[in-house]
């Protein structure tokens, strides 16, 4: 029974809280405020109207949750991108008892996260930005971070042969025991990797080795953005699916009923020997 217990509650925060309200001991701030107010904050008025209509594949709420997001958390963003999907959440959520660092290409991501921030101060204006081009770069200062996170571009960095320079940034920016959270269009494991990932599709154990390789020991995978409707098998790879529609009206409604991309979503520990 306890090991049953055991289970619920690392695989559910909410637990935690629970525990310590039965023992009478009062709640830390991450878990007073972390599930209702990162909820609201997803369902805020100041997302796109884009961006929530892609929270039926992306599971934003979900996928942080299962990272385990603090709002008292140092967290870096590894390529926000234009649309900024991540950083409507993240920024809000962290700006009044963390840190939300954007770091990424200085016209891609970095160009118009500035000008959301001139356009709205007050809920992205504490954003850090710093520079990451997929090198082994200073995306914050050594051994700050609780969480480095980043979203569908493994497959950028092995097209450039960057990956395993990424990696490494990642892990001198974690301080021991953080958490690096990975997302990723997921390849067919029954297919030899392309070490450049044309196709836009990674192998759920090709991106476990090139973590574990910069040193992180994974500790967790959700299978919340799994679509098993994906063949992975394109004309145009993972871009022929939405929302890119890269074949346009060719068969859209086929890759539309398909939906988008079926994703490992993976949890990576820096050890806490780590120096």
Not at 28 to 48: E, F, N
Not at 239 to 245: A, D, I, S
Request: with cysteine; proline share 8%; charged share 25%.
């Amino acid at each position: 029974m306890f090991a049953c217990i055991k289970q619920s509650l690392v695989l559910n925060g909410l637990g935690v809280a629970v525990l310590l309200l039965a023992l009478g001991l009062p709640l830390p701030l991450a878990a007073q405020t972390s599930g209702p107010a990162l909820a609201a904050i997803i369902d805020g008025p100041q997302r796109s109207e884009a961006n929530k209509a892609r929270d039926r594949y992306r599971h934003p709420l979900e996928v942080l949750t299962f990272f385990g997001l603090r709002p008292d958390a140092n967290v870096v963003e590894i390529v926000p991108g234009k649309a900024g999907y991540w950083t409507e959440i993240l920024a809000p959520y962290l700006k009044d008892h963390g840190r939300y660092t954007a770091s990424g290409d200085p016209e891609r991501d970095i160009a118009p996260l500035k000008a959301r921030i001139a356009a709205n101060p007050d809920l992205y204006g504490k954003t850090i930005i710093t520079e990451f081009t997929g090198k082994d770069q200073e995306i914050a200062p050594p051994g700050s971070a609780d969480f480095v996170l980043t979203f569908r571009n493994i497959h950028d960095w092995m097209r450039d042969g960057t990956a395993e320079a990424a990696f490494r940034a990642f892990y001198k920016a974690l301080k021991a025991g953080g958490i690096l959270g990975l997302e990723d269009h997921r390849g067919r494991p029954d297919q030899p990797q392309d070490p450049q990932a044309k196709s836009g599709y990674v192998r759920q154990d090709y991106a476990i080795a090139l973590a574990e390789k910069a040193g992180f020991k994974l500790i967790g995978s959700s299978e919340v953005n799994a679509n098993p409707k994906d063949t992975k098998d394109y004309p145009e790879g993972v871009w022929t699916l939405p929302p890119t529609f890269r074949l346009k009206d060719q068969d859209r409604e086929k890759y539309a009923a398909i939906g988008e991309s079926d994703r490992f979503v993976l949890k990576f520990v820096k050890p806490a020997s780590a120096q």
